[in-house]
């Protein structure tokens, strides 16, 4: 039997000859099971490469604070492997499916965000299979440092991360949460500013309605008087209006929103009691609803209902950054202009001396709020294709924020070129991609290619 590495030096050989005996032609793309992105793909002939034996955890040193896993390795997997350990991913984000490789190339943020910045800000080095046939290792201070700094936000788009190594934190047996419930937008989000600059280990909050707010301040315990279970029959987000404090295991605590997809499994009937119960605790994950809302993308059953309603139904599955001098203002837009609740709220900060993440720019030493909204906004009267995702673009354009990339934009490519850095992009690009063998970012992003 081959050894971890051994069998991941096998692996990156067999990929570099599945590679290199690709001809030229059509744009590269990746053959995979799952996929956590939220936007239609124009259907195109691509060259799949196939990466889907790249899912292992290849080793953990919590002494040293770091877990070396290849590009597909679920954070399920991530967690299990360093909570073994004592430790977890720095950032683990909230949907047991999301990838190692996947999180680095988009953008991972969870509860932890507040203090350690996103996923890729806890990257240590990565080696990157570019679309030439060459696998390079890129780190903060060697020569593909540009490479290493130009990674996320780029979706493949410059090459795939075979192996990645994140940073690790110490954790212990439970979490104790707090509920802090508020009726005033000021009040909740300056109380949310303090708990970010206090000394707790996770902050995230819930705007539930104008007018009620939850903040969630979480820190580690090492006992607990009872412990409470959100995977099967008992709902999460509904604890967060019950009940003053709470406490979970370190796991199912990292795991309280992928049960019921935060509250989304409501669109497929799951927090029914009976139905509920039908489909069991193992069916009671983001897998299971990812299936389903594939399945509906490809019949359009939801798309012919509404038709059959004289409804005009427009997605609105978004996740926003946006600077909290500004929070107050966009919350209000959200809820004025898009009518979407719950909202999930993270604080998140670029911790200092992390770099300069060329395409996703965060400000320095500025506390942002990301802003969670997933669902559909329904109306009688017919607007253009993409109608509130654009208000929603313009007011983060506005307001001095950022959106991520994993669901639909409509950005046009001046706005797109000066929000996500593509003067640099444009020299990645030239030095990684040359022949264009993989697609652009917005192309890919916005273009839906």
């Known amino acids: 039997m081959p050894s971890t590495l051994q069998a991941h030096e096998q692996r990156r050989d067999a990929v570099l000859a599945q590679l290199r005996g ?18 239609d793909r124009a ?8 990466l889907r034996a790249f899912d292992h955890v290849l080793g953990v040193d919590a002494q040293q604070g770091w877990v070396d896993a290849e590009g597909l390795a679920t954070f399920e997997a991530l967690a299990d492997a360093t909570l073994a350990h004592g430790a977890m991913p720095m950032v683990v984000p909230q949907l047991k499916t999301i990838t190692l490789g996947g999180a680095a190339a988009g953008v991972g943020i969870e509860a932890t965000s507040f203090r350690h910045g996103l996923v890729h800000h806890g990257l240590l080095e990565l080696d990157v299979l570019l679309p030439e046939g060459d696998i390079v ?8 440092s540009d490479l290493f700094f130009g990674f996320p936000n780029s979706y493949g788009t410059l090459g795939y991360a075979l192996r990645l190594r994140q940073r690790t934190l110490p954790v212990r047996a439970c979490v104790r949460v707090e509920h802090r419930r508020f ?6 989000l300056a109380a949310l500013a303090a708990a970010c600059a ?20 979480a820190r580690f315990a090492d006992e607990a008087p009872a412990l409470s279970d959100y995977t099967f029959e008992h709902i999460y987000y509904r604890s967060l209006l019950s009940r ?20 989304c499994s409501k669109n497929v009937g799951a927090q029914q009691p009976l139905l509920r119960r039908l489909l069991g605790r193992k069916r009671l994950n983001s897998r299971t609803y990812t299936r389903i809302m594939r399945w509906n993308a490809r019949w359009g059953l939801a798309r012919r209902w509404a038709r059959l309603r004289g409804d005009h139904p427009e997605a609105v599955i978004q996740d926003v950054d946006i600077p909290i001098e500004h929070a107050g203002e966009f919350l209000e837009f959200l809820l004025r202009e898009i009518g979407i609740v719950p909202i999930w709220l993270c604080p998140l900060r670029a911790p ?18 990301n802003f969670g909204f997933w669902d559909t906004v329904h109306g009688r009267r017919a607007h253009e294709p993409g109608y509130f995702n654009r208000l929603v673009e313009h007011e983060v354009i506005r307001l001095g ?12 490519r001046a706005q797109f070129d000066a929000a996500y850095g593509m003067a640099e992009y444009a020299c990645l690009k030239a030095r990684y991609d040359p022949h264009g063998r993989l697609l652009g970012l917005y192309e890919k992003c916005v273009l839906r290619a």
């Open 198 to 217: 206090g000394d707790a280990d996770f902050v995230d909050a819930v705007a539930f309605a104008p007018h009620s707010y939850v903040l969630n301040v």
């Open 401 to 412: 924020g950022i959106k991520s990339l994993y669901s639909d934009s409509f950005f046009t």
């Open 352 to 369: 200092a001396g992390s770099g300069p993440f060329v395409l996703y720019p965060l400000a320095a030493d500025t506390l942002y709020v």
């Open 183 to 188: 009726d005033a937008t000021r009040s909740f």
């Open 137 to 144: 290792r890129a780190t903060p201070h060697n020569e593909h």
């Open 43 to 50: 259907e195109r002939t691509k060259r799949r490469l196939d």
């Open 244 to 263: 003053e404090v709470d406490h979970l295991r370190t796991r199912d605590y990292l795991w309280r929103w992928d049960t019921d997809w935060f509250w």
């Open 22 to 39: 690709r001809s030229a032609g059509a744009p590269l793309g990746l053959a995979k099971g799952t996929s956590n992105l939220f936007r």
